[in-house]
C-alpha cells in the first residue's frame, strides 16, 4: 500500500519524483492561509488528504481553480506523495 511504500518519509518531505493520479468525492475543504488548501477525498471507501500548495500548483490561477470545487464535487488531481509536518501521507497535487 501506499502508507507502507512511503512511511520512511520523514515530516515535512516531499517525494517529488513520484506521480500518482487519484480521482474522489470532497468530504471536506480546509484552508490554511492563502496558498495552502486541504481537501479529504472519497474514492471506493478509502479516504485520501490532498494538500494543495500553491507553490506546487501548475499555471498562476490557485485561488481561482480552488474557489471552484466544493463539498460534494467529484475532482481528479495528479500529483506527488509527501507527508505534511504532523506526518500525514497526503497527494501533493500539481494539476
Same mark, same amino acid.
Given at each position: 500500500?501506499?502508507?507502507? !511504500?512511503? %512511511? $520512511?518519509?520523514?515530516?515535512?518531505?516531499?517525494? @517529488?519524483?513520484? *506521480?500518482?493520479?487519484?480521482?474522489?468525492?470532497?468530504? /471536506?475543504? !480546509?484552508? %490554511? $492561509?492563502?496558498?495552502?488548501?486541504?481537501?479529504? @477525498?472519497?474514492? *471506493?471507501?478509502?479516504?485520501?488528504?490532498?494538500?494543495? /500548495?500553491?507553490?506546487?500548483?501548475?499555471?498562476?490561477?490557485?485561488?481561482?481553480?480552488?474557489?471552484?470545487?466544493?463539498?460534494?464535487?467529484?475532482?481528479?488531481?495528479?500529483?506527488?506523495?509527501?507527508?505534511?509536518?504532523?506526518?500525514?501521507?497526503?497527494?501533493?497535487?500539481?494539476?
Amino acid at each position: 500500500s501506499l502508507v507502507e !511504500r512511503f %512511511s $520512511g518519509l520523514s515530516n515535512g518531505q516531499k517525494e @517529488l519524483d513520484s *506521480d500518482f493520479s487519484i480521482a474522489g468525492r470532497v468530504k /471536506s475543504k !480546509r484552508a %490554511s $492561509g492563502a496558498k495552502l488548501r486541504f481537501y479529504d @477525498l472519497v474514492a *471506493d471507501g478509502v479516504h485520501i488528504q490532498l494538500a494543495c /500548495s500553491a507553490d506546487l500548483h501548475d499555471g498562476d490561477d490557485f485561488v481561482e481553480a480552488h474557489d471552484g470545487i466544493h463539498r460534494g464535487d467529484i475532482v481528479g488531481v495528479r500529483g506527488c506523495i509527501g507527508k505534511t509536518n504532523r506526518g500525514e501521507l497526503p497527494i501533493f497535487p500539481r494539476e
